[in-house]
Structures are given as C-alpha cells and as structure tokens.
Nanobody, 122 residues
Framework: QVQLVESGGGLVQAGGSLRLSCAAS????????MAWHRQAPGKQRELVAT???????NYADSVKGRFTISRDNAKNTEYLKMNSLKPEDTAVYYC????????????????WGQGTQVTVSS
C-alpha cells in the first residue's frame, strides 16, 4: 500500500503565497519523478511542474517564474511553493509520484494524492 497525502492549500489574496506539501508513505522502495497537477472548475487537469529524483525541474509556461517545485528524498516528500498567486491559479492541486514498491513482486505505478483546494481571491 502506498499513500500520498497533500497539505497546505487554502484561501489567499492575489499576490500572496502558499506552499503545498505531499508526503508519500507505505511500501516504497524508490520514487522517480514527482509532479504537481491542477484542475480548475470546468477545465481539464493540467500538469503544473515536475521534478526528477536528481532534482531536474520542468514547469508549465503559466507558472514559470512564480512556482517552485522541490523534494526531500529522505522524507519522500515534494513541495510546491507558489508566489505571486493569481485568481486564475484557483484550482484543486494534486500531487503524483512514480513509485517502485518494496513489496514482492515489485511494481512501478503512478500514485496520486487526494487533492487540496487553492483559492486565490482578487
């Protein structure tokens, strides 16, 4: 069993900041790529940022320069620091992780968190 638990969402005024966390736990042997996604009401889920185990990052154009993804491999945790938030950043944010399980037979799967609401008021 593998579980991803997010925290850190909430309500913030435009221009403000939030930091999301996502902790993975359970039968984990190793975690490769981790990512953050978001889904606004009436829109498709979109990829926000990714980070490899080695720390290579990638961002959607809409968040470049404002959001920073990071991870702590020792804690199996990833973070998303969001600065200069805009009303259009309002969405449910989901974390994901590509995990090799530790139980036999070992399997590689993508696991998802339950989502955390971020609301940016104008």
């Amino acid at each position: 069993q593998v579980q991803l638990v997010e925290s850190g969402g909430g309500l913030v005024q435009a221009g403000g900041s939030l930091r999301l966390s996502c902790a993975a736990s359970g039968s984990i042997f190793s975690i490769n790529e981790m990512a953050w996604h978001r889904q606004a009401p009436g829109k498709q889920r979109e990829l926000v940022a990714t980070i490899t185990r080695g720390g290579t990052t990638n961002y959607a154009d809409s968040v470049k320069g404002r959001f920073t993804i990071s991870r702590d491999n020792a804690k199996n945790t990833e973070y998303l620091k969001m600065n200069s938030l805009k009303p259009e950043d309002t969405a449910v944010y989901y974390c994901s992780a590509h995990i090799l399980t530790s139980t036999w037979p070992q399997r590689r799967n993508d696991y998802w968190g339950q989502g955390t609401q971020v609301t940016v008021s104008s």
